[in-house]
């Protein structure tokens, strides 16, 4: 099963700014839309942002403007740009093949994002 390696969290003050990194292993990374989601404790997991095969990006209405998704199919890694991060923004977040194919990918342990003064 491919699995998702996400590094780059960490604490930042409101208005900071992060880059999230995703390593995938397997050879069908440059198959599936990928995707970034993000679990607050006692929630659901929610998508944030999907970028195809061929670079298109949707975002989740709360990100819009402020994140940017990206991939390097050559490095098998997607990237989650963060700017102006808000107290909201706090949550893990996970790399994961875009709906509906997140069942193919196993869930990595996630990033922690903390956004606070």
């Known amino acids: 099963q491919v699995q998702f390696v996400e590094s780059g969290g960490g604490l930042v003050q409101p208005g900071g700014s992060l880059r999230l990194s995703c390593a995938v292993s397997g050879n069908i990374f440059n198959i599936y839309s990928m995707a970034w989601y993000r679990q607050v404790p006692g929630k659901q997991r929610e998508l944030v942002a999907r970028?195809?095969?061929?670079?298109?990006?949707i975002y989740a209405n709360s990100v819009t403007g402020r994140f940017t998704i990206s991939r390097d199919n050559a490095k098998n890694t997607v990237y989650l740009q963060m700017d102006n991060l808000k107290p909201e923004d706090t949550a893990v977040y996970y790399c994961?093949?875009?709906?509906?194919?997140?069942?193919?990918?196993?869930w990595g342990q996630g990033t922690q994002v903390t956004v606070s003064s």
């Open positions: 994961n093949f875009a709906p509906p194919y997140e069942s193919r990918g196993a």
């Open positions: 970028v195809s095969l061929d670079g298109t990006t």
